[in-house]
């Protein structure tokens, strides 16, 4: 351990750590789920961490919360009404909200420790939580699908944590199954899937799990995150059996310029090109991914 700096030492990503230098430790806490720890970085300013990894950065949470809300989004011509499973630290809900057709943002996440740490120390990702249109629902969103209506949500999103942990279960082919009963026809899921220079196996698995699933679109996109492990993370974009979603071409085109003039900002990160850009896959995943 260098004094002064922090490392992200995972299973996940073995005999690899990024490291960010430490300028002042700002929170430690333990809920009944994971370590939460907030710092300020000298170079990304504000990190939330959990179980010792690195959840957001101030510096590039936007490429992260912007694609995994923009892609399904934007891909579907007039989502009313929106599922959040995880995201506590409300940078989806922000990301939601700049869509005027939403009408009903549900959130369910585990853990109120990070709904709280978010609202005190990372103002200008909670703000999402203002929105009206937001319920926060304090749970374990597994439990939270089974009991969802059938057909009642036009997109989903899962913005979990990684599958050492609480999140285990939101890999895992029931829960897939749970997020297709509760999606309507036609109705799109994003989910947070890891990276493919760490995990082909583990993406390997879920894109099995969701074409056996999801009977529309199954495809997989991917960004650029300066500060997960491998700079890159990806998502699972899959469509229920019903009106034919194509998430290459965003149908529900979102402006820069929109929400300008309001509380979360203009958008940083996504736009048009880069939605298309993001299914672009280097061969090595192609070959996995888009088995025949
Ligand atoms: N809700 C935040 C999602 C990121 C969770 C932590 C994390 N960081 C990662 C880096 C590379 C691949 C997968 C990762 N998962």
Known sequence: VIPGWFSEISPMWPGEAHSLKIEKILFQGKSDYQDVMVFQ????????VLDGVIQLTER????????????????????????????????????????SSVEHIDICEIDKMVVDVSKE???DVAVGYEDPRVTLHVGDGVAF???????????????????????????E???????????????????????????MHIIEDIVVNCRQIFKGSVN???????????GVIGFMLCSTEGPEVDFKNPINPIEANQNQNTSI??????????????????????KVIEAK
């Open 41 to 48: 970085s000298a170079t990304y300013g504000k990190v939330l």
């Open 60 to 99: 590039d949470e936007c490429a992260y919360q912007e694609m995994i809300t923009h892609l399904p989004l934007c891909s579907i011509p007039n989502p009313k009404k929106v599922l959040v499973i995880g995201g506590g630290d409300g940078g989806v809900l922000r990301e939601v909200a700049r869509h």
């Open 121 to 123: 120390y990372f103002p």
């Open 145 to 171: 699908l089974k009991a969802a209506q059938e057909g009642s949500y036009d997109a989903v999103i899962v913005d979990s944590s990684d599958p050492i942990g609480p999140a285990q279960e939101l890999f």
């Open 173 to 199: 082919k029931p829960f897939f199954a749970s997020v297709a009963k509760a999606l309507r026809p036609g109705g799109v899921v994003c989910t947070q899937a890891e990276s493919i220079w760490l995990h």
């Open 220 to 230: 997989y996109a991917w960004t650029t995150v300066p500060t997960y492990p491998s």
């Open 265 to 286: 900002g203009p958008l940083k990160f996504y736009n048009q090109e880069i939605h298309a850009a993001a299914f672009c896959l280097p061969s090595f995943a192609k």
